[in-house]
């Protein structure tokens, strides 16, 4: 389904706010385009293609809401949702904590569109696959991976004069390699708006030299290590961080973010001085959406269709840590009104700031320590410290007088993201990951409790 344009995207939701007949209303427009391609033991097993538009209409009648999703658009069926709408919202209960929908905003035009990438398609798909197993066949490794992409827009409006439109692509791709024998595994991830530096030969090569140096692994006492978190790794545990920068949950003494004896962080100085994570929606290697608000995550509500929800606020640069201090906390709109502050919405992406260091330097400027491709199966312990445990995965190594000795089992390891970021020692060059940019981290200090025999 081609990606309809802005003019034609506000014609259609110019049309479902003609019918209201509510207090207020507002309507979401997605589609698009989203595409896969999977593959095992070295031999494509499947691919796929869909593609949907959807309208969701949000009808408020006093202080209650209610919502009707379609995808016709011929005027009759917009009307007849519109209807259904305003009969959910009538029976719905009075939201406490209902806040008026907003007006016309201004917002920015995000770089998160790439012809490259929506001009896809299947032979495509299978030269990408190709590349990634012609050149694991040839070390008789085996790969087992899977790419997606995707191409659509996103609208929005409402009834007091509020309209957006953003149009976005994304791929993103993984392989997992294994030895022959089963004994080595490594893995590699790349997400992009642009399919053109997607190089999955190159990519899988390093997911290939690290399956290869990962066998004959040896067992290492759990205990407190040095370590350097690929970006992978530090990625996973930066999410829940970045995702509770919430100040409500830290006003209630439910977050990281609470100050003991009530109140937030705010101002102070909670992470290493060369830690600074900010989100800038105009970032050209890891652009955001430009309007935001409580639902909605990067990729932007076309995947979904028109379900994703989106109150307007309009995405902006911010700082969240600068030099380790907290400069910044998100609000919801009716928490923002209570306080009596600007509703700063959650990132939908996030940057942070790294130095010039590759990862090899890293290694070498390291006496002992362990290097970690990636973490998996984690989970939280405590969110008001945000302790995680998890595992090791597909590459562990230990490192001696800056070089690799020898691969090592798997970990459970039981930490916390602002303790590792107290713990730094030294930052490489940010790499994207999962649409944020995230460089490695060396850092001292990091807890892993027992071991694990899984590849």
């Avoid at 090569?205 to 370590?227: D, F, H, W």
């Avoid at 999410?239 to 102070?268: H, I, N, W, Y």
């Avoid at 989106?310 to 906390?329: A, H, L, Y």
């Amino acid at each position: 389904m081609a990606i309809i344009s802005k003019e034609e995207a506000k014609k259609i939701l110019d049309k479902a706010l003609s019918f209201s007949k509510a207090d207020e209303m507002s309507v979401s427009l997605g589609g698009g385009r989203t595409s896969n391609i999977r593959y095992a033991l070295n031999s494509v097993s499947s691919g796929g293609e869909f593609d949907n538009m959807s309208l969701l209409i949000t009808a408020g009648i006093g202080k209650r809401m209610g919502s009707a999703t379609i995808n016709e658009f011929n005027d009759k069926a917009i009307e007849r949702t519109v209807r259904r709408a305003e009969e959910i919202a009538r029976l719905a209960p009075e939201n406490s904590e209902y806040m008026p929908m907003i007006g016309p905003q201004t917002y920015l035009e995000t770089p998160m569109y790439s012809e490259n990438t929506a001009k896809m398609d299947a032979e495509y798909r299978a030269q990408v696959a190709f590349d990634s197993v012609d050149a694991c066949e040839q070390k008789n490794l085996s790969a087992a991976g899977f790419m997606q992409d995707s191409a659509g827009f996103s609208a929005i409006a409402n009834s007091k004069g509020l309209f957006g439109y953003n149009k976005a692509t994304s791929v993103d791709f993984s392989v997992t390699v294994r030895t022959a024998d089963a004994t080595g595994s490594g893995y590699v991830t790349r997400d992009f708006n642009d399919i053109s530096k997607l190089k999955t030969r190159s990519v899988t090569g390093i997911a290939m030299q690290k399956a290869l140096a990962s066998t004959n692994a040896r067992a290492l006492e759990p205990g407190k290590y040095t370590v350097i978190l690929e970006p992978t790794a530090m990625g996973t545990l930066l999410q829940s961080m970045m995702g509770g920068m919430d100040t409500r949950l830290a006003d209630e003494g439910r977050s990281f973010l609470s100050k003991k004896g009530g109140g937030t962080r705010l101002g102070e100085k909670m992470l290493d001085e060369r830690v600074t994570i900010y989100s800038d929606p105009m970032n050209l290697e890891a652009p955001s959406e430009p309007f935001a608000g409580e639902g909605r995550n990067r990729t932007g509500s076309f995947l979904g269709g028109g379900g994703a929800v989106s109150d307007g606020r309009p995405q902006e640069k911010i700082t969240w840590f600068e030099n380790g201090v907290v400069k910044n906390m998100s609000y919801s709109r009716f928490w923002a009104d209570k306080k009596g502050v600007k509703a700063v919405p959650p990132p939908t992406g996030f940057i942070m700031a790294g130095g010039n260091q590759s990862l090899a330097d890293l290694i070498k400027s390291t006496d002992k320590g362990i290097l970690v491709t990636r973490l998996w199966y984690v989970r939280m312990v405590d969110p008001k410290t945000l302790l995680q445990t998890g595992l090791t995965r597909d590459g562990t190594f230990y490192i001696e007088n800056g070089q690799i000795k020898f691969p090592i089992k798997n970990f459970r390891f039981n930490e916390s993201a602002v303790i590792v970021l107290n713990n730094v020692e030294a930052l490489g060059a940010p790499i994207r990951v999962g649409g944020n940019l995230i460089p490695p981290v060396k850092a001292r200090d990091f807890t892993f409790t027992s071991l694990s025999d899984a590849v």
